[in-house]
């Protein structure tokens, strides 16, 4: 069964203090990775779109990476602007998006 | 930018009652859908349309339904409100899926 896992799926992080939130996916013919961005209350944002392992992407103090099992969204030196729902979803061979459950990260001044 | 357009951001319906969710997109996308969202479980798919008056079930349809008379109306429909039902509702819109979607801001509908 296709299925996509994050983790963790909390994190309280540091003001300045750098880590890695994880997405793995069993999925059969991968055509895409998105990474999106959930504030409280709102609807999801769109950060990134990774379409073949090795790839990466960078946003301001985001950069996402694939390989053939996982992606990473790494954060660096995150801010309390940074403290949001970040959701990953897999793009296989029909006609939707499957996501995983998110990871909620809260970054303390 | 495209602009997706729920027409509540909170709901409160009664049990049996049936329920009306309205989602409304602006840039000409073909795809739409309707995602629930539960602490712990994600984003769930429960109706998808990729034409106007069509429409495919997702994962978790039992309990709703859908209409799409126009490309840019999608809605959504709790036939007998129940309160399992209780939740917060996603629509969002696509070109092909391969660009990803766009959300709107969610419905926060609560079945007392």
């Known amino acids: 069964e296709d299925q996509v896992t994050q983790s963790p799926e909390a994190l309280r992080l540091q003001e300045g203090e750098s880590s890695s939130l994880n997405c793995s996916y069993t999925v059969s013919g991968l055509r895409g990775l998105f990474w999106y961005r959930q504030d409280p209350g709102k609807g999801p944002e769109f950060l990134f779109t990774l379409y073949s392992a090795g790839e990466e992407k960078e946003k301001e103090r985001l950069k996402a990476t694939l390989t053939k099992k996982e992606s990473f969204l790494h954060i660096t030196a995150p801010k309390p602007e940074d403290s949001a729902t970040y959701l990953c979803?897999?793009?296989?061979?029909?006609?939707?998006?499957?996501f995983g459950a998110g990871t909620t990260v809260t970054v303390r001044a | 930018d495209v602009k997706v357009t729920q027409s509540s951001r909170y709901l409160v319906k009664r049990t049996g009652e049936k329920v009306f969710l309205e989602c409304v997109q602006d840039?000409?996308?073909?795809?739409m859908f309707w995602y629930r969202q539960d602490p712990g479980l994600g984003l769930r798919l429960i109706y998808f349309s990729y034409d106007v008056k069509m429409k495919e079930k997702g994962d978790i349809p039992e309990g709703y339904s859908v209409s799409r008379e126009k490309k840019e109306r999608f809605s959504l429909i709790l036939e007998s409100a129940s309160t399992n039902q209780t939740s917060m509702y996603l629509c969002?819109?696509?070109?092909?899926?391969?660009?990803?979607?766009?959300f709107g801001s969610g419905t926060r509908l609560t079945v007392v």
């Open positions: 979803a897999a793009y296989m061979n029909d006609y939707k998006l499957s």
């Open positions: 969002a819109s696509s070109l092909p899926v391969s660009y990803g979607y766009t």
């Open positions: 840039m000409d996308h073909e795809n």
